[in-house]
């Protein structure tokens, strides 16, 4: 089969002159934060802690032998040869942390309230009744003033009662009105006495007038019958006769009402007289108005409390400083709220306070060296911010409860001579020296210490610096020193920079550096004469 030639461009299209060029599509944004940036910073962290792991292995440890340094006790000034078994050892070393002695001193609100103005903060020193800590004052100096007034109130009711018994007391004193009626009825009764006694003579009087009148009538009656009177004359001296009898009768019978006013008189008299021997009311009144007086007293007194207490709480709004100090803690800020009743028991204290006069530490010493330890023994501590300075320390306390999980037991020591650069809950260590016996070989001896002359570098009049092995670290440490004037052999006393159980570099190379990780091969006698173990 064969095929014929075909001409394949004569398929193909060509294009008009007028059509326009091809558009040209945008090329996508290069992501290089993702494609480049990020793993990149992953390449390098997993570079760095490769690095970081495998840098005991690039960076190996520098193999070193250490000296311990030698304490001695007893020793000072110029050589003085003894021999390697005198020297103290401590008997303990531990670590612990700075704390006040005996406790720290909370600076409490006395009253409720809410935080206004902190006025000290951390770290600053407070006078005895320095204000630390101001409320809000506002709903206090309202409660002052409500309850003045209501004092007010309550002394003016007592003036009031103390006028009403001064009045009862003057009325009893000079009972007027009480002997007045009991005069009074007296001289009534004498009234009616008098006209008892003289009812008789008027009596008599109305009978002799009525018996001369009767006669008149008698006399008049003839003549008017016979006509020598008239009848005018007869109805006169009959009507006088009749009514001169009337009041003879009238004055008969007054007898009984006399007697009745008499005894009536006579019980006034009685009646006014045991008022003024008993005088019951003005007794009620005076009692009542000094009941008066003493409830409206009870009452001043219970209104003066309420206004000092409410005096007391104003002023309380200002919480004080009780003892001087130095601020450990500041527990609020403004807006806390400071509450006397609340359950929580800090929900008062303002903040804390510490005497940097009187620091000690708090030591976790291990049960199996506790026994070793006892009150009032001497120690010396170290602080590491202050390497270069032993304070003289004493055992006050012995906790009597353990740490199960520590397996230690809690021990203070007070710190004899503390420096204002201490604080609370710095890291430090302690070391408990043996207690010389009184009259001993060592009695008034201080501790020494002293190191190989060949391991000092020294750098100017006094001054040197060591090379020491941190065991916890497994790094050398360069350490500033003091040079004393003891000397043992070729050992050289150190005053300051050390303590005992410091152990120096003994084979430190020229390269050395601060911080550089070192493997302690074992510990070796230096070059200075002094037997391995007097240390």
Known sequence: MSTANVDLSALSRVAPETAPPPARVPLPHARWRTRVLLPGALLAATGGLLLYAAGATLWPAVPVHVVPVLSKSGVSGASAPVDG?????????????????????????????????????????????QVVVRLVPDDARLALARVEAESRQATAHLAAVQAALTAAQREWDHPVELTRKLATAEATLAEKQAELERWPAELASAQALTEELRAELDRVTPLRAAGQASDIEYIRARQQYESQRAATDAIRA????????????????????????????ETRALEEARAAVAAAEAAVAEKQAARDEAALRLERMEVRA????????????????????????????????????????RVDVPLADAAQVGVDQPAEIIVDVLPERVFRGRVTRIVNEADVQKNTLQVK????????????????????????PPGGPEAGGSLHLFVPEGLLHRMGEGQAHVWLADPARNVATRRLVTIGAGRIDQWVEVTQGLMPGDRLIADAPPALRDGQGIRILGETPATGGAPHGTH
């Open 413 to 436: 020591v007070a710190i004899l001579d503390p420096s204002p650069e201490l604080k609370p809950e710095m890291l430090a260590r302690a070391r408990f020296l043996p207690v010389t």
């Open 254 to 281: 007054r007898r009984p009402v006399l007697e009745a006013q008499v005894a009536n008189a006579q019980a006034e008299v009685v009646a006014a007289r045991e008022n003024l021997r008993l005088r019951i009311p």
């Open 322 to 361: 009780p003892v001087a100090g130095v601020v450990m803690n500041r527990m609020v800020e403004p807006g806390s709220k400071l509450m006397l009743n609340a359950t929580e028991m800090q929900s008062a204290i303002a903040m804390r306070l510490y005497d940097p006069r009187k620091l000690q530490v």
């Open 85 to 129: 078994t005198s020297g103290a050892r401590a008997v303990v070393q531990a670590p612990g942390w700075v704390e006040p002695d005996p406790y720290p001193l909370a600076v409490s609100a006395l009253a409720d309230g809410v935080v206004q103005e902190v006025l000290v903060l951390e770290g600053q020193a407070v006078e005895a009744g």
